[in-house]
Every structure is written in C-alpha cells, then in structure tokens.
C-alpha cells in the first residue's frame, strides 16, 4: 500500500475518533413538562381522560422506559387505542458514519405559555383557513392579506418579514434569502426528472374530497387516543403540479423522507449543473470522478445522510423535548375558549382574528387538520423531515456550485395539469443555492400545512440535520483519497468551508 493510502487510512480512523470523542452537548429541555405536567407536552396515542390530558400512570410508564432503555419497559407503555409509538428506541443508537444521534443538539422548544408559541398555532390556524389558495395568488387574497396583517401584529412572531411586516410575498416563507426569491414553490419540485430512461413529471395524485379532519371534540379525541380513521380516498387518475398549500402537505403525506433531495440531485446532473469548485476532478487533465467525487457519489451521499439525521432528531424527540404536537394544542385552546379547562395559554392565540374565523367555519376552536389521523405518534420537536431536509440539502449544497442560476423557471398554470415560465421580476436569480434552501424549506413547512408541525419544528431541525451533513462530509473528505474541498452556505446565511 503506498504511503498516500496509508495516509488516508490513517486519516479515516481518526475522523471516527474524532466524532467518538465529540463534546456532549447539553440537551436542555424548556421546562414546561415540570411547570404544567401532562397537559404541555406531547402524549398521543397514549390513554386519555374526557378532556384530552393523558393519564399520569401511563407518561410515568413512558418516561420510564425512556430512562431505562430496557425493551420489556418500552412494551409496558399502555397505549389508548390501535396506533403505536413510533420507534422511540431510535434515538438512543449510534452510528459509525457522521456525529452520533446524542452529539448534536437544539435549543428548548417555546413553552407551551411562551407569546412565541401562541404566535406560531396562530401562524398554523391561518395556514389551516388558507390550505386551498393557490400559492401564485398569494398577493391578490384577501385572505393571505388577512392572515399576514394579523401574523405582523403578534407579539413574539419569528418568521420572515419586510419592514418588520408579514406581507402576502413573506407569509408562509422559509428563513433564508433563497427562500424569498420567486415562487413559493421550489424548482426542484416542479422540473422533471430524468431517473435514467424514465422521464417523470412532478404531477401528483389529488383528493377525491380535500377536506379538513379532527374539527369536532369527538373526532379529536379518539384520534389523541389512537384511533385510527379510514384515509382518505386518493385520485391516481387525476394529477396536477403543487399548487396549493393543501398540495404540498398532500405531498409530504406521502413521500419519501429523502425524496426531494434525490430528486433534486438528478435534475442538477441532468441539467449538467456546474459542480462545487473544491471538486477535485475540475483540475484533473484525464480523470474524471466516478464512485469518489462522481454522479454515483452524490446520488449514494444524498440519501445516506438521511437514516443519520432521523436518529439525531429522534433523540431531541422522545429523549429531551416532548413537545406537544399543534392538535394537542389546539385541544387545549378548543376547552379554554369554551370555559370548560384553564390551561397556560398566551392571549395571542386566544385572542386570534384566526382561531375566531375556524371557529366560524367549523364550530370548534381546534386546528383543523389535512390529514384525519392528525400527526405521527411521536413528539413534535424536532422534525423528521425538516431534520432530513437540512442534512441532504446540506449535502447538495456543499456538491454544486451554489451560485449558479437555473435557467427556464417555471411555475404551474392555473389548472395545475402544465408548468409554464415564470417571469417575474427576479426569474434571473433563482439559483441552485437558493433552490435548495427553498425546497427544504416547502416540504418542512409542508407538513406545518398539513397542521402537523410547528415553525420552530422546521427552523431549528433543519440546522440540526445540517450539522449531521457537515459531520459527513468531513468524513467523506477525510476517507479519499483526492484532495477534496466542500464550500457551501448555512441556513443563518454564513459560509462553511470543510
């Protein structure tokens, strides 16, 4: 073996030591479990009472079996219904690639008192009423203007804005500056894709009847105590391109967690997107990248990521934070509002212009839901596939030249069955950085749509799942044996390079 593949043997065992010796951060949880037990955090398909709370005897067993770790203490957790937990053992494994689930950490979620976490069930009680507005008419709605006039006012609001105003142009938005450049949806969910001799359109199945789930106390009660309701019926016949909030929670309904990403990596190297300039294989005279710094490469490294980043945000899940999923909250809004619960609730959300206009329309002041089984049965903070969308787009980041702007960009006709050019003001900078953000951002804050997650559930994951990337990626620079360099832009909009 030559003294170069020693080199990069020796310099593969020691990234794994390095991550093995990673610093343990501090996993702080935001106290509101000890301050408000079994009404602030999360505890679907556990037994109930009358009012949604979850019986005391059955958390404790939860808890339990939490800090034990034991198999037989997982399976003495009762559950109220048909629905199982779902894996909360993940979150304790390790891995041999990339930062271990413990090593990488987020922030306490808001507290269930918080004017933050009023603002954003607030921002989930609009995105409910506004489900079936097309994203291309956000700026002629009156009821997008509604929605960003009140979201502007609340107290404690974190989301983006021009002016310090929510306007129909930010509402809804991701965080970074890609996310506010063009349409709402990203490119990479509209282009086809090119997966070998397939060309296959982003046209989904649709809803035989779209309505909203869980509006009346019955309904959302057995579904907090596992009740598992019939689906609802899909149109396969009938396919359109995303065009509504309604579409894009549809959307990641269904997918798979990675999906996106992979797809998005096939349309860059179909469209012969330049990659990063650290890639080895731009100075070579006659080589060029193949199962190292090639198409198979990114296309394997994309998806890999994404198994790590759910075990990472698994553990901040069931191990630290709990947090109640928006139903949960929803629940505890619906009985403080009719005088029947006194629950720790900020005035902002019940006071909300929102909250009064559901109420209006569906008799109950709970969030409506896109999907009649209502969330996952597992906690609410982090996000799985916000979690997963930070980590592989991070990942595609980091391979393709950012800065590079895509060319013919499209958005759906008013129909949604064809794409036609989009031609605004900024259709010259809509680049593959900017893109990626974007993406991660609409199948993140596509399931905040469907009602499901929270805004902070979404911001803060996706930086947990770019920290898992970034710890690949030094990994995957360190076991090769070119010189490779990886230069890409976070979510907070500084520059990383590795």
């Not at 073996?1 to 794994?16: E, G, K, L, V």
């Not at 291309?136 to 203007?145: P, Q």
């Not at 805004?455 to 947990?464: A, H, P």
Request: proline letters at 6%; aromatic letters at 10%.
């Amino acid at each position: 073996m030559s003294d170069r593949r020693f080199a990069a043997r020796d310099a593969r065992i020691r990234a794994a030591e390095a991550e093995f010796q990673r610093h343990v951060p501090v996993h702080a949880a935001n106290g509101a479990e000890t301050d408000h037990a079994f009404v602030a955090n999360y505890s679907k398909a556990l037994p109930h009472n009358k009012f949604g709370e979850v019986d005391p005897a059955a958390y404790h067993l939860l808890r339990r079996a939490l800090a034990t770790g034991s198999f037989e203490d997982f399976e003495r957790i009762p559950l109220g219904g048909t629905r199982k937990l779902t894996n909360p053992q993940a979150g304790a494994s390790f891995d041999l690639q990339g930062p271990d689930a413990q090593a990488v950490s987020v922030p306490p979620a808001p507290r269930i008192d918080s004017a933050q976490s009023s603002a954003e069930a607030v921002e989930l009680y609009w995105m409910a009423l506004c489900r079936d507005v097309l994203f291309t008419r956000f700026t002629d709605s009156e009821l997008i203007a509604e929605a960003a006039g009140e979201l502007s006012g609340l107290a404690d609001f974190r989301a983006p804005k021009l002016d310090s105003q929510v306007t129909p142009q930010t509402i809804f938005r991701g965080d970074t500056r890609g996310d506010l450049a063009g349409p709402y949806v990203s490119q990479f969910l509209f282009k086809d894709i090119r997966y070998g001799a397939l060309l296959i359109p982003q046209r989904l199945d649709t809803l035989v009847r779209p309505v909203d789930h869980l509006t009346t106390w019955d309904d959302w009660l057995e579904v907090q105590n596992g009740f598992e309701p019939e689906p609802d019926e899909r149109d396969f016949a009938t396919r359109r391109y995303i065009q509504t909030p309604r579409d894009l929670a549809h959307y990641v309904h269904f997918d798979a967690l990675y999906e996106a990403y992979l797809n998005a990596a096939l349309i860059l190297l179909d469209m012969k997107a330049p990659v990063d300039p650290g890639n080895p294989y731009n100075f070579s005279r006659n080589q060029t990248g193949f199962g190292t710094y090639g198409d198979p490469h990114i296309l394997s490294l994309v998806t890999e990521v994404a198994t790590r980043a759910l075990k990472a945000v698994w553990f901040q899940k069931w191990y630290v934070h709990r947090r109640l999923r928006p139903e949960e909250f929803g629940g505890r809004v619906h009985l403080q509002l009719r005088g029947q619960r006194e629950y720790p609730l900020d005035t902002g959300v019940l006071d909300s212009v929102a909250v009064k206009r559901v109420f209006e329309k569906y008799g109950s002041y709970l969030l409506p839901q896109a999907f009649p089984e209502g969330s996952p049965t597992h906690p609410a903070y982090g996000a799985g596939h916000a979690t997963v969308a930070g980590a592989c787009a991070t990942i595609l980041k980091a391979w393709f030249d950012e800065s590079h702007v895509l060319p013919d960009p499209v958005v759906p006709t008013t129909d949604g069955t064809a794409l036609e050019p989009y031609t605004g003001p900024d259709a010259g900078q809509l680049t593959v950085g900017g893109e990626l953000n974007k993406v991660a951002a609409n199948i993140a804050i596509g399931r905040n749509m469907g009602g499901v997650h929270w805004r902070t559930d979404y911001s803060e994951s996706v930086r947990l799942g770019e920290e898992i990337a970034i710890g690949v990626l030094r990994e995957a620079k360190k076991a090769t044996l070119e010189n490779a360099d990886f230069t890409l832009s976070r979510f907070d909009g500084t520059t990383l390079a590795i």
